[in-house]
């Protein structure tokens, strides 16, 4: 059925960690009309370089051309797969992973291009979830700490070796070489957008959570300096840039975007965003107290609050980081999906996901006499210690797979329920949680979850929560809608309360969950350093 003229459509890109994602969206509703994918060819490097220089624990590198790749292959055949007439389409948005910074020359090249560097692993994508700059984030918080910087506070006490400024430090002092040669730290949802527009623009969801910007400010230079006295310019050399709002517009296409895409030249580009935050938008949860919970890979929770408060452990508070006028707040899991794939991957490999959630349902709550501690990736939120790392207890002899399973899946409900409860003390309730991500399909884990935290759970009525989320600000962007608010209340949509909460199956989670928080505290704050010892006997072996 032909378009009507007078129709018109966004496009949303949805950069993760191993594709991007583009679909088209009508204006006037939300509609998704049409969507493609693109893996990324490099995927994520963990062991070595494309050249095969191998790469050390904990790293986790990308390959800047394979975003163009999805800007070249996905966006056209998205627009294809809709069969509308790209002269229709007004704006485009894209959101990205983050803490993810790419090393660049003046002029936006990745340093990674660049033939003299294509054998130095501090020259390519440091991903989110890159944990290699742990070191370095511990003396960034000490000196933070000893020193009473402001900023802390607003970082639930401490930052991150994700974020900004704990990367931007390790390569500084085990690459100065490519440190020097370094123009530009670029968040790759700036990266992005400046290949979109020819314009570097920062956004400022992430200078404020991942940069340490708050109240128009960075860091300190005689901070910096007394990390390194070569550090003192990082911020005046490397970071600083324009700060745009989000749902405004960072520019217009380009004609060499344009060619690329497949889209009309100077059409409006949306300022860049993160995949979380923008997914607030798409599920109608731009209120203060509703929960959104972007859950795939690892778990990224955003809510807003009418008020600045601290939250211990949370990744940050920032005005207007989700939506102009509420105080957006930040926290999250660094491992959820991902520890799920990695069990089957090493000790399962002979079942699937399905095969495995199809047994565990069979269990009721406490059946299988395991607790686990969902730290395989580290610990974002409440603790910020990505030295830390997974435990079972209770395994014997009797133990299947399914049994590890299920409880992996309840560890994953545990450290989300630490963390609204966290929340809630510090003074920011929460009154709705609505789910988003791939894993809302498995129909167990919402279930679990809602047990575990004794809530009903909403969930998004979109299977591309953060690209619905990245059309519904490049509709704001091009003038569509007024604002970002108006544009999600006419283009955004969730499914409320589909789960609820089994009062016998929370209450044994009740149980449950007071030891899981007997662990958390004895591993995780100090008690015993037997995760962070062995993590350095490793890197010494390893390296030796």
């Not at 020259?123 to 000893?146: C, M």
């Not at 497949?262 to 209120?287: F, K, M, R, S």
């Not at 610990?379 to 079972?392: A, F, K, P, T, Y």
Request: hydrophobic content about 45%.
């Amino acid at each position: 059925m032909p378009v009507a003229p007078s129709e018109t459509y966004v496009i949303g890109v949805d950069f993760g960690t191993l594709s991007g994602r583009a679909v088209v969206v009508r204006v006037a509703d939300g509609a998704e009309l049409g969507s493609a994918v693109h893996d990324y060819p490099n995927a994520v490097l963990t062991d070595a370089l494309p050249d095969g220089t191998p790469l050390g624990h904990d790293w986790a590198l990308q390959v800047p051309g394979d975003y163009v790749e999805v800007l070249r292959e996905a966006v056209p055949a998205a627009v294809r797969a809709a069969g509308v007439d790209p002269a229709q389409v007004v704006g485009i948005g894209t959101d990205f992973t983050a803490c993810t910074m790419i090393p660049t020359l003046a002029d936006g090249t990745p340093l990674s291009d660049l033939a003299e560097f294509a054998n130095r692993p501090h020259a390519y994508v440091k991903l989110w979830r890159h944990h290699a700059a742990q070191p370095h984030a511990d003396r960034i918080n000490r000196l933070a700490a000893k020193r009473g910087e402001a900023w802390l506070p607003r970082y639930g006490g401490l930052i991150s070796s994700e974020w900004e400024f704990a990367k931007g430090l390790q390569v500084l002092e085990e690459d100065p070489e490519i440190y020097d040669r370094m123009d530009r730290w670029v968040e790759a949802a700036d990266w992005i957008i400046w290949q979109l527009t020819g314009a570097y623009v920062r956004n400022a969801c992430t200078a404020g959570y991942k940069g340490i910007r708050q109240d128009g400010h960075y860091p300190a230079p005689d901070f910096l300096a007394e990390l390194n006295p070569a550090f003192a310019g990082f911020v005046a050399d490397k970071l600083d840039q324009p700060i745009g709002e989000l749902g405004s517009a960072a520019g217009t296409l380009t004609a060499q975007a344009a060619a690329w895409t497949g889209l009309p030249e100077g059409i409006a580009v949306a300022v860049g965003n993160v995949d979380a935050h923008v997914t607030a938008a798409a599920a109608q949860a731009l209120e203060p107290g509703q929960l959104v919970a972007i859950m795939g890979t690892s778990t990224c929770h955003v809510v807003n609050g009418d008020e600045i408060v601290e939250v211990p452990g949370m990744c940050g508070v920032v005005d207007g980081g989700i939506v102009a006028g509420l105080w957006g707040y930040e926290a999250g899991q660094s491992g959820v999906g991902d520890i799920f794939a990695s069990y089957l991957r090493h000790l399962a490999p002979e079942l699937t996901h399905e095969r495995l959630t199809e047994l565990a349902a069979r269990q009721r709550p406490g059946q299988h006499g395991l607790i686990a501690l969902d730290w395989h990736s580290g610990n974002r939120s409440v603790l910020v210690d990505h030295e830390l790392s997974g435990l079972l207890i209770g395994e014997t002899l009797a133990t299947r797979p399914e049994d590890v399973y299920r409880a992996l899946i309840e560890a994953t409900a545990f450290g989300t329920r630490t963390i609204i409860e966290t929340f809630g003390r510090a003074g920011v309730p929460i009154n709705e949680f609505i789910a988003a991500g791939g894993l809302v399909r498995n129909e167990l884990l919402m279930q679990i979850y809602a047990d575990v935290l004794r809530m009903p759970l909403s969930v998004i009525g979109s299977e591309q929560g953060p690209a619905l989320g990245s059309a519904i600000h490049a509709a704001a962007a091009a003038g569509a809608y007024p604002d970002v608010r108006s544009a999600a209340a006419a283009m955004g949509r969730k499914r409320a309360a589909v789960y609820r909460p089994d009062p016998r199956a929370a209450d044994v989670y009740d149980e449950l969950f007071a030891e899981y928080t007997k662990l958390h505290d004895y591993f995780g704050r100090g008690s015993n350093r037997v995760m962070r010892n062995l993590r350095a006997i490793q890197r010494r072996t390893v390296s030796s």
